[in-house]
């Protein structure tokens, strides 16, 4: 069974930082692209990024562009997603996402077109 594992979300005021994680059982995420997506109260789930299997590949929205870094330690078989400069919009149930390619695809912001999707982890930028 393919599951996806979120950690890392909390409490963090205005302008600090976070990191999650995303690991993976049932399968080898390692080969596989992963995404993150996003989804705020009251709002449509929204495609944060994306990095392609080997890492070379890194695909952010530009609501995030520059704040947030997504990297990936395949010899952990884990992807972060580091969150630097938080504002209270960001404010989210963040999502680890895959559809088990390689690569990120052009629409990988399209947040429907994920297959496989994990439980999600809260972070609350709030003072």
């Known amino acids: 069974q393919v599951q996806l594992v979120e950690s890392g979300g909390g409490l963090v005021q205005p302008g600090g930082s976070l990191r999650l994680s995303c690991t993976a059982s049932?399968?080898?995420?390692?080969?596989?692209?992963i995404g993150w997506v996003r989804q705020a109260p009251g709002k449509e789930r929204e495609g944060v990024s994306c990095?392609?299997?080997?890492?070379?590949?890194?695909y952010y929205a530009d609501s995030v562009k520059g704040r947030f870094t997504i990297s990936r330690d395949n010899a952990k078989s884990t992807v972060y997603l580091h969150l630097n400069s938080l504002k209270p919009e960001d404010t989210a149930v963040y999502y680890c996402?895959?559809?088990?390619?390689?690569?990120?695809?052009?629409?990988?912001?399209?947040?429907?077109?994920?297959?496989?999707w994990g439980e999600g982890t809260l972070v609350t930028v709030s003072s």
């Open positions: 049932g399968f080898t995420l390692d080969y596989y692209a």
């Open positions: 990095i392609s299997s080997s890492g070379k590949s890194t």
């Open positions: 996402v895959t559809e088990k390619t390689s690569e990120c695809a052009k629409t990988w912001d399209l947040y429907y077109r994920w297959d496989y």
